[in-house]
């Protein structure tokens, strides 16, 4: 048929102008490690467009990847743009992954430029011997007063910019080019590497972070990503706001929850994310502080409590908005927003709808099937298998790796390794990772609904439940659990506490009282270190269902 629409691309370029243009005098504001530094719009995106300056000066060519090790700053931010939008590819490396990880994705990525925070600077230049393809070194100001290493390899990012005219950054161009690569952060296994495209963020930006019945970040937002920038993509949360035109608040190396709490009341912040940890790390800094301008703290990673959100409620008259997602899905897969159909529930419901996954937004297909098949199994919030997705920005493969039917089905979906049930709303609730699950006796115990309920006991800080081998059920639960200061409790208390809450068979075999719950590099429980520390416990002989 003729007389179409332009055949107008998706990417980022004319966003960036956009956001120039429009909103000059609006402000980034970020940390470093000892002050708080603020640029206008106007100076910001001038920065950026030197740092795309700087890129041609190091003759960076195109589609070579960009690495950063660096906080959450104003210069991150710039190069989330600056890379793509003169036609590089930017590669976030997560600060925390092991160092035989770290040297592992740089090589495998073919990093050409490392772009390194000062503060991080030491720990980057330890492996840098060991990176093939890094060919310099930029050095970005946060504060910290590192020594550089005498190399000529080393720059410091100020100087470059100071040579480097601010450039153009192109208009149109292929939607279908990559614009950064991510990798897991591998709790399985070598991590993986995720290229999201201009068009892929484009459309998550629009649909999963600014629409109404998305995130909804907008105009007046003033935004503050917790959730690190090396951390799938930044959630969004490095392109969304110059999409809504809202205003950026980062951390930088000031990650402690009272400094993130002072942020967030200093600055009128609108609207944060970031995993359950954090947002448990900052409940008791929540006391005193006037958050009047704040409309949403969204959480995802792992599941939210319940007690935990409905501790925000408690104290800031907020919960927490609930959503998951993956690397391999740019990451939002579903968000829990409000929605007309649990209009009327009771407190009770009302807060346990709102520890569910969420909906998939526009662009976002879901299905649950048969575990091991492709059978579709029906939305009734009974059924319960392997969640699985698919829509414009979900990985279709892994960089440099063929495509497995471990990872995606023969009939184009992601397999999440994720397992739930989805009501009739479409509203997704995940009992566990299949890999979390307690596999007891032939049946499933989920790890997840143990642990929430356990974190809703008043003298429980932190729960985390794993299975652990069993010479007759195969595994059976075992509860790690962390007790607020100065609270006290039993493995009976605790054990009573879930007997009318759970099925018999789920009651855990024991508990252990720990000092800590193990973190992943993005702050999750690792159940991986949780399992190999108890690997050789010895269960009491109780009979499951006792
Ligand atoms: P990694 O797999 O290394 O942790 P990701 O951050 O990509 O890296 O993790 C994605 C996984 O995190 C999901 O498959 C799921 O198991 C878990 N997850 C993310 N959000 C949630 C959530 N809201 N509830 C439960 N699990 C979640």
Known sequence: MQGLMQDYPLTLPPVFDRFERLYPDKHVVWSTVSERRRSTVAEWTDRARRIGGVLDLLAVPAEARVGTFAWNTADHLALYWAVPCTGRVLHTLNIRLFPEQLTYIVNHAEDDVVFVDRSLLGAFWQLFGDMSTVRHVVVMDDGAPTELPDDPRVHLLDDLVAEAPPVRFGVAGDENTAASICYTSGTTGNPKGVVYSHRSIYLHSLSALSAAGGIGMAERDRVLPVVPMFHANAWGWGHAPLFAGAELVLPGPQMQPERIAAMLEEERVTMTAGVPTIWTGMLPELDGRDLTALRMVLCGGSAVPRALSEGYRAKIGMPILHAWGMTETSPIGSINASVSAYDGLGEDEAADVRARQGIPPVGVDARIVEPGTLTELPWDDKATGELQVRGPWIAAAYFGVEPSTESFTEDGWLR?????????????????????????????????????HLMSHPAVAEAAVIGVPHPRWQERPLAAVVLKPDAT?????????????????????????????PKTSVGKFSKKDLRARFADHQLPDVTPGR
């Open 416 to 452: 999440t390794g994720d397992v739930g049930a989805i009501d009739r709303f479409g509203n997704i609730r995940l009992s566990d990772r299949t890999k979390d699950l307690v596999k007891s006796g032939g049946e499933w115990i989920s790890s997840v609904e143990l642990e929430n």
């Open 489 to 517: 409790a039993t493995k009976e208390e605790l054990v009573s506490y879930l007997e009318p809450r759970v099925a018999k068979w789920w009651l855990p075999d024991d508990v252990v009282f720990i000092d800590e719950v």
